[in-house]
């Protein structure tokens, strides 16, 4: 509040839209050598009433374009005519969103299921991708996970994501909130926002997730009874409390269902029939700490993608029979013992991700090696772990090697045998943080790596100068 007069915030004068235009419609120097297509590019200019982001987003959909035809389209699209109000840039927006590549338009468009300001870990976004198979098949010699990279990237260079930043083995991003805008205005057919107050729902609707900032017991609304094809259960945060009631209707309901996450919910037990839904890939439970009680049949799921329970401490949980789960390729689990008979040959053959959060185990089991597609390994509070098991050598695609607040261990791994010498792995990025013990580095894993290792992370380890 202020007797001051409003500071007015004016469009961005032509002349910097234009040399903003330039800098993402050309690499450098290149817009001297097409002189026509900056004259159509100016006049696109004046049509986005400076406005950065309605300039930056079309300069980056003509980037490396140079068919006259192609920019001249843009400049006379009808969707210019829509009416709109003086700062309205949607229509704007909805063209470059026209022009994606549909299989780009389908991937963006479920981002509209999170609430606005929302911080999207890639591997998320990338594992909920592939669950409901807007992913095209991988080329030669990529992952289903290198194909969602693929998109975001280019999303990115499109500017459809932004505030984009690189963790150690995976990023996160947010979505402007006029493209989110966007999204749900494109998706709304699709993918909806359901709210405590919430009624008239489209038959069409695939995807849903729940956002109520209020303490208050989720209901389904009536509507949702006949929506059998529903294939994306959400619940955008912890303050949405649930009960068994609300995964039975899940179940009874939905039996196309491919994700559901209830991460962050006060949900204390699974149903006896959650084995039914045989077409679920994608279940989050991170953050159910009142979780006590996992049912014989959820082992049934053989469609599981991804399995995310870090802070789960159900007694009942047991890695062993989770074996069954021949498709998963991210497990993220907390577990006080592992199983003293290991794990079997072939088993998670397309496992990519594996991480142990606040667990009570002393050792890695040794048959890790027969995981070996693994390219990412995480250990997290796991206080009693000493040591790591030599077999870790034949984990030839493993990438990333994370270690947190294991006070315990000790990294000792020399080289032993000849064939340790000619070890070719793949390791990009170590990191040990907080770990008190720690005298030795693997020396095995690290030699094994040494074209490819890219970093190496040391942080509050109080004897790392032993090293």
């Not at 912890?238 to 009960?243: A, L, Q, T, Y």
Request: neutral net charge; aromatic residues 10%; proline residues 4%.
């Amino acid at each position: 509040m202020s007797s001051m007069l409003p500071y007015e915030l004016k469009g961005l004068p032509h002349d910097d839209c234009v040399s903003l235009f330039r800098k993402w419609a050309f690499n450098d120097g290149d817009d001297g050598q097409y002189p026509n297509l900056m004259r159509i590019g100016e006049d696109i200019v004046k049509k986005c009433k400076g406005i950065p982001l309605a300039v930056r987003t079309l300069g980056s959909l003509l980037f490396a374009k140079t068919d006259e035809s192609e920019w001249m389209t843009i400049r006379d699209s009808e969707i210019w005519r829509l009416e709109q109000s003086e700062n309205d840039i949607l229509p704007v927006l909805k063209l470059s969103y026209n022009y994606l590549p549909p299989y780009l338009q389908r991937c963006l468009a479920c981002l509209s299921l999170y609430k606005k300001d929302y911080l999207h870990p890639s591997d998320d976004v990338i594992l909920f991708w592939m669950a409901n198979g807007l992913l095209e098949h991988p080329k030669q010699n990529e992952e289903w996970e290198d194909v969602g990279k693929r998109y975001l990237k280019e999303l990115w260079s499109r500017c459809f994501i932004q505030d984009v930043e690189i963790r150690s083995f995976y990023f996160v991003f947010k979505v402007h909130d006029l493209i989110h805008d966007l999204l749900l205005d494109v998706s709304q057919k699709e993918c909806k926002i359901l709210y405590s107050q919430t009624e008239g729902i489209d038959e069409k609707v695939r995807h849903i997730s729940f956002c109520d900032d209020h303490q208050q017991l989720v209901k389904f609304p009536q509507a949702l009874k006949n929506r059998k094809y529903i294939r994306t259960v959400f619940l955008q945060q912890s303050s949405c409390i649930i009960d068994l009631s609300f995964v039975k209707f899940c179940v009874s309901n939905f039996k196309y269902l491919r994700a559901l996450d209830l991460s962050g919910s006060p949900l204390k037990a699974l149903p006896d029939s959650v084995g039914t839904l045989k077409h679920l890939r994608y279940v989050g439970l991170r953050g159910c700490r009142h979780l006590r009680k996992i049912p014989g049949s959820f082992y049934k799921l053989q469609s599981l993608v991804m399995l995310k329970m870090m802070g789960v401490r159900v007694p009942s949980v047991q890695l062993h029979k989770m074996q069954s789960f021949v498709r998963l390729r991210y497990l993220e689990i907390s577990v006080k013992a592992l199983p003293s008979e290991g794990i079997q040959p072939r088993c998670w053959p397309s496992l990519q991700y594996l991480a142990f959060f606040v667990c009570d185990f002393e050792w890695l089991f040794e048959e890790i090696q027969y995981l070996t597609s693994l390219r990412t390994l995480n250990l997290f509070v796991c206080p009693k772990l000493v040591s790591l098991p030599r077999s870790l050598k034949f984990l030839t695609k493993l990438e990333h090697l994370q270690i947190q607040r294991c006070g315990a261990i000790n990294l000792h791994m020399e080289l032993e045998e000849e064939e340790d010498h000619h070890l070719q792995l793949s390791l990009k990025t170590f990191t040990v943080i907080q770990a008190d013990a720690l005298t030795d580095l693997p020396r095995l894993l690290l030699e094994g790596s040494s074209s490819t290792l890219q970093w190496i992370t040391l942080s509050r380890c109080s004897r790392s100068n032993d090293l």
